[in-house]
T-cell receptor, first 114, second 109 residues
Framework: EAQVTQNPRYLITVTGKKLTVTCSQN?????MSWYRQDPGLGLRQIYY???????DKGDVPEGYKVSRKEKRNFPLILESPSPNQTSLYFC?????????????FGPGTRLTVT | DAKTTQPNSMESNEEEPVHLPCNHS???????IHWYRQLPSQGPEYVIH???SNVNNRMASLAIAEDRKSSTLILHRATLRDAAVYYC??????????FGGGTRLMVKP
């Protein structure tokens, strides 16, 4: 089954403790991205990657890092989490269809930073 | 970034067609019109996209105005499982999705 998986699905952590949210896709997509969703602000893109070893900032990259060492994985790293990074995070991978990208989203990771 | 305007909410009866409108008067010539939906407690789900011509797929139809300043997502027979927030998004060549507030669709049995 074609899918995007994220782990963990839920995470409660403390300020300053480094964490990584993993994202993996089995569709051989080149394009992957991370979003955060906050009430009243909708989904905002954090980082995206056009291909292996190619990453770029989205709308809200501050406080986040990503890496793309292999095509299927695109982990999101919070080196020193802060409470304002409490949010619902989605990973997505994209296929090129009909002249544009069609994005497939993972189930989400709910992060709470205390 | 080009923006879209959608009604905050709409109601429909089960098994009736639903027309979800979207205005995008500042659309550029290369922007594609995408629709996604988000069911409760799930990630967004791709529905359909188009550039100029009307499009159909197994989930929905997309009607695009001739001047491209507006579009309508058509669900031909709404079911309870179609209750979700529907987002109309303009996507440029950079593929960044900028989600607005969307339309919350409620389906009554």
């Amino acid at each position: 089954e074609a899918q995007v998986t994220q782990n963990p699905r839920y995470l409660i952590t403390v300020t300053g403790k480094k964490l990584t949210v993993t994202c993996s896709q089995n569709m051989n997509h080149e394009y992957m991205s991370w979003y955060r969703q906050d009430p009243g602000l909708g989904l905002r893109q954090i980082y995206y990657s056009m291909n292996v070893e190619v990453t770029d900032k989205g709308d809200v990259p501050e406080g986040y890092k990503v890496s793309r060492k292999e095509k299927r994985n695109f982990p999101l790293i919070l080196e020193s989490p802060s409470p304002n990074q409490t949010s619902l995070y989605f990973c997505a991978s994209s296929s090129w269809t009909g002249g544009s990208y069609e994005q497939y989203f993972g189930p989400g990771t709910r992060l709470t930073v205390t | 970034d080009a923006k879209t305007t959608q009604p905050n909410s709409m109601e429909s009866n089960e098994e009736e067609p639903v027309h979800l409108p979207c205005n995008h008067s500042t659309i550029s010539g290369t922007d594609y019109i995408h629709w996604y939906r988000q069911l409760p407690s799930q990630g967004p789900e791709y529905v359909i996209h188009g550039l100029t011509s009307n499009v159909n797929n197994r989930m929905a139809s997309l009607a695009i105005a001739e001047d491209r300043k507006s579009s309508t997502l058509i669900l031909h027979r709404a079911t309870l499982r179609d209750a979700a927030v529907y987002y109309c998004i303009l996507v440029d060549a950079g593929n960044m999705l900028t989600f607005g507030g969307g339309t919350r669709l409620m389906v009554k049995p």
